[in-house]
Structure formats: C-alpha cells, structure tokens
C-alpha cells in the first residue's frame, strides 16, 4: 500500500507525526498522539491531540491535523500518520474516520508506535460506506 507515498516521503510524515506528539496537550490523560497529513498539494501538516477539563472538548492529534491543513485552504489529504508511544500501532477513532474520509475518501493510513509494528490501511477499509457529501444531495 505504502507504494503510491514514497518511502521518504512516509519518513517525513512519521518524524512530523512524532514531533506533533512531543507537543500534545494531554495533562488528564497522559496519552500523547501525534498525527501528520499529506494533502494534495504536497504540503504535510501535524498537530497533536489537545486535552480540555470539560472532556467533551478535547480534540484528536488527526482532527488537529486536518483542521490546520483545511484552516490553510488544503482541500485534499492523500496520506494521514498516527504515532502513539505505544507498543502496538493505536488506529484512528470513529470521529477521526469521518473527518479523514471528508478530506481524504481514498486516503492511505499508516499507524506507527514505539516498535516495529506498522499498521497500513485505507480509509475505505477503516471506514467502509462513510457518509459523506454524496450523501447530502440524495433526496
């Protein structure tokens, strides 16, 4: 799967990933998750995920990740990596599925964590049948 990014370019993406974790805001949780995205530019964007007292505002490191590439105009994202520090791969939540679907329908997902152990999917696999802009004009 990981043929179409290239291995550099999935090197770039994981270091983002890592870095965007080591800047996490999880005081209540102690989980750091680093996410960053290749958008259909080229360009990469990362972001952590951002903890809140009131738990219900909390944010994923992939939505933080999309959020600031959608905040700088990107429209498309080919490729999202999540880090945890973790042993094994940790994939992406249900929230995060379906925000990574609206940007990226065919997007390729790798998990990566503290060991060897890789994860690569795609957002069909991980979220098949997603409801998503299609699903607005049907009436």
């Known amino acids: 799967m990981s043929d179409s990014i290239s291995p550099l370019r ?16 999880c005081p209540y949780s102690n989980f750091r998750v680093g996410a960053a995205v290749l958008t259909g530019s080229g360009k990469i964007y990362a972001g ?5 007292a009131s738990y219900g505002l909390c944010n ?35 929230a995060c599925r379906q925000v990574i679907s609206e940007f990226g329908p065919e997007a390729l997902v790798f998990s990566i964590c503290d060991s060897a152990q890789r994860c690569a999917t795609s957002v069909p696999e991980l979220l098949p ?11």
């Open 129 to 139: 049948r997603a409801f998503g802009p299609g699903d607005l004009l049907k009436g």
């Open 48 to 52: 952590g995920n951002v903890e809140n």
């Open 60 to 94: 994923c490191a992939e939505r933080t990740a999309i959020f600031s590439a959608a905040a700088a105009g990107e429209r498309r994202v080919r490729a999202v990596v999540v880090y945890t520090a973790t042993p094994a791969p940790t994939l992406p939540c249900g």
């Open 10 to 25: 999935l090197r770039r993406l994981e270091k983002a990933a890592r870095a965007a974790a080591a800047a996490a805001y």
